[in-house]
């Protein structure tokens, strides 16, 4: 199986600042990545697909980037409704497996 | 606009069955492949299962494979998740969905005796 290795696995932060999460597959998922962002007791909601793609009506502070093994996921100036736990998902091979999560709190 | 709606969870012994569905609506069902996935209280997000847009192909995580199965009826639009043997660490909401985008508000299962 695919292991998906989040980090950090919480962030303690300021509104307005920029944030980058990290996933790293431990084999290629050749850009087969979704991110997701979740809040508390509502299912998930697709961010980024195919490791770059915004998902349509995501806001463009929201940005995907990687290769390979290594993916990450940006949030500039980070807005109120960003609190949330946010994860990536190999969408390349079965298990469909996700990353352990990142829990974004306010400082 | 795309709907999922799943019913069928609840409280459930260990050892017991229970049967998940999943309506949907707002998409041409049969045309599409459907998941469930699950999340344990407090805990991340785990897919379960896998069924092909035409119920040909399906897919399970190691530990639901021989207890669990996916299936679909493309004529009512409805999506399923037959649960046996049923373990306390099955207990868990479930998600619906059409990945990677469209997803169910999800329902709970609890097995507890």
């Known amino acids: 199986d695919i292991q998906m290795t989040q980090s950090p696995s919480s962030l303690s932060v300021s509104l307005g600042d920029n944030v980058t999460f990290t996933c790293e597959a431990s084999?290629?998922?050749?850009?087969?990545l979704a991110w997701y962002q979740q809040k508390l007791g509502k299912a998930p909601k697709l961010l980024i697909y195919g490791a770059t793609n915004l998902e349509d009506g995501v806001p463009t502070r929201f940005s995907g980037s990687g290769s390979w093994t290594n993916y990450s996921l940006t949030i500039s100036s980070l807005e109120p409704e960003d609190i949330a736990t946010y994860y990536c998902?190999?969408?390349?091979?079965?298990?469909?497996?996700f990353g352990s999560g990142t829990k974004l709190e306010i400082k | 606009e795309v709907q999922l709606v799943e019913s069928g969870g609840g409280l459930v012994q260990p050892g017991r069955s229970m049967k998940l569905s999943c309506a949907a609506s707002?998409?041409?069902?049969?045309?599409?492949?459907m998941a469930w996935v699950r999340q344990a209280p407090t805990k991340g997000l785990e897919w379960v299962a896998t069924i092909s847009y035409d119920g040909s192909s399906t897919y399970y995580r190691d530990s639901v494979k021989g207890r669990f199965t996916i299936s679909r009826d493309n004529a009512k639009s409805t999506l399923y998740l037959q649960m046996n043997s049923l373990r306390s660490e099955d207990t868990a909401t479930y998600y619906c969905t059409r990945a990677p985008r469209d997803w169910g508000q999800g329902v709970m299962v609890t097995v507890s005796s």
């Open positions: 084999e290629n998922i050749y850009g087969f």
């Open positions: 998902q190999n969408n390349h091979v079965y298990p469909l497996t």
């Open positions: 707002g998409f041409t069902f049969s045309n599409y492949g």
